[in-house]
């Protein structure tokens, strides 16, 4: 068995993989260009979504697009929208979503999660910046955009071409905490 090593994360060698280039590429965009996204691009990210996994594949989850000026605007009375273009509201329906039988654990959160980091590295993919927010109004958020009492507004992902500084795929190195301090082999 191979012992995970510090020197194993956030290095730039050319043998990563694609999906971790991406990864390492992705940074939270507070600033946004006034380009609108194409549509073929949005289509992609949200069939990035819906190919995501979810428990038992019930896929509890809905996706709201928001695309027009005035969605936007209806947005940020709940949450912040760093001039973006587009939004995407992931919902995730409480009494739909499978439940771990062991000890009665909803996974409605971590679908709807999966699915929004699927999108949010479409994004990143394509070209464009994008924001994973959870620190939002969801009473406002829910009235605005008319979303029923079934389903819980769990992330929106803010997508657009970044104004924002880019940020150095090495950067991990410092952000990060150390392989020593994350990983656990075998038992705690």
């Not at 027009?68 to 992931?90: C, D, M, N, R």
Request: contains cysteine.
């Amino acid at each position: 068995m191979t012992s995970l090593s510090k020197e194993n994360c956030c290095d730039s060698s050319d043998s990563q993989s694609y999906f971790l280039q991406i990864a390492k590429k992705r940074y939270s965009v507070r600033k946004y260009a006034e380009k609108i996204v194409e549509d073929e691009k949005i289509n992609t990210i949200i069939e990035a979504g819906i190919c995501s996994p979810t428990a038992a594949n019930i896929q509890p989850y809905r996706i709201l697009v928001i695309r027009t000026s005035e969605g936007i605007t209806k947005l940020s009375k709940g949450a912040e929208t760093y001039g973006a273009s587009s939004a995407f509201i992931i919902c995730a329906n409480i009494k739909e979503a499978w439940k771990r039988p062991f000890d009665g654990k909803i996974t409605s959160d971590i679908d709807a999660s999966i699915v929004t980091d699927h999108m949010m590295h479409a994004a990143t993919d394509l070209g464009l910046g994008s924001l994973w927010m959870t620190y939002f109004k969801a009473d406002v958020i829910r009235n605005n955009f008319n979303i029923p009492d079934d389903y819980e507004p769990v992330n929106i992902l803010l997508v657009g071409y970044s104004a924002d500084k880019e940020q150095s795929p090495d950067r991990h190195r410092k952000t990060r905490k150390s392989h020593d301090q994350i990983i656990i082999n075998e038992t705690f």
